[in-house]
T-cell receptor, first 114, second 116 residues
Framework: DAGVIQSPRHEVTEMGQEVTLRCKPI?????LFWYRQTMMRGLELLIYFNNNVPIDDSGMPEDRFSAKMPNASFSTLKIQPSEPRDSAVYFCASSGGFLGETQYFGPGTRLLVL | AQKVTQAQTEISVVEKEDVTLDCVYETRDTTYYLFWYKQPPSGELVFLIR??????QNEISGRYSWNFQKSTSSFNFTITASQVVDSAVYFCALSGGSSNTGKLIFGQGTTLQVKP
């Protein structure tokens, strides 16, 4: 089975531009998570969905960030407008359950905002 | 509050040495889950092991072994006869169960460098 798929793998953009990151979870997994990894803050959870519904977005840094999951096989994380401090690696993960279930991570999107 | 501490920021060993990565956790949950992930230089996060709080049996998988001790709130990871391919950042993570907090709380990671 295919793992979690993310695109693009690398994104370079200029400050002020809109950035859209995409994720396809593992088929059959009903939980989807978005994480951000930076040197300063490590791995931090931004938002997670259950059955396409956002459950907890308390980790989303500010209103410039938004996430959607229009169906069970696709999610987006959008940053508008982007800022240099948004530069990070963004991971998508999915799991077949929530409490104690293993989260499987995608390869990540490395975002650089100039 | 839940917390994971990986006190070793960086470890450097020579190939074939054994190395232990420490992980100490804090939680008030009676049911919880512990994980180890590996992040090689290519950047992806690879799942290694999951352990629940009721299972204190140590586990061995090839050159990898894990020592879970509830008495000291530790879940340490040992690589026997290390190889250059083991060079990576290793993350320990905690997920609470009884408090309905299924979020993964990650430690800051330990960078392991295995020199030939």
């Amino acid at each position: 089975d295919a793992g979690v798929i993310q695109s693009p793998r690398h994104e370079v953009t200029e400050m002020g531009q809109e950035v859209t990151l995409r994720c396809k979870p593992i088929s059959g997994h009903d939980y989807l998570f978005w994480y951000r990894q930076t040197m300063m803050r490590g791995l931090e959870l931004l938002i997670y969905f259950n059955n396409n519904v956002p459950i907890d977005d308390s980790g989303m840094p500010e209103d410039r960030f938004s996430a959607k999951m229009p169906n069970a096989s696709f999610s987006t994380l959008k940053i508008q407008p982007s800022e240099p401090r948004d530069s990070a690696v963004y991971f998508c993960a999915s799991s077949g359950g929530f409490l104690g279930e293993t989260q499987y991570f995608g390869p990540g999107t490395r975002l650089l905002v100039l | 509050a839940q917390k994971v501490t990986q006190a070793q920021t960086e470890i450097s060993v020579v190939e074939k040495e054994d190395v232990t990565l420490d992980c100490v956790y804090e939680t008030r949950d009676t049911t919880y889950y512990l994980f180890w992930y590996k992040q090689p230089p290519s950047g992806e996060l690879v799942f290694l092991i999951r352990r629940n709080s009721f299972d204190e049996q140590n586990e061995i998988s090839g050159r990898y072994s894990w020592n879970f001790q509830k008495s000291t709130s530790s879940f340490n990871f040992t690589i026997t006869a290390s190889q250059v391919v083991d060079s990576a950042v290793y993350f320990c993570a905690l997920s609470g169960g009884s408090s309905n907090t299924g979020k993964l709380i990650f430690g800051q990671g330990t960078t392991l460098q295995v020199k030939p």
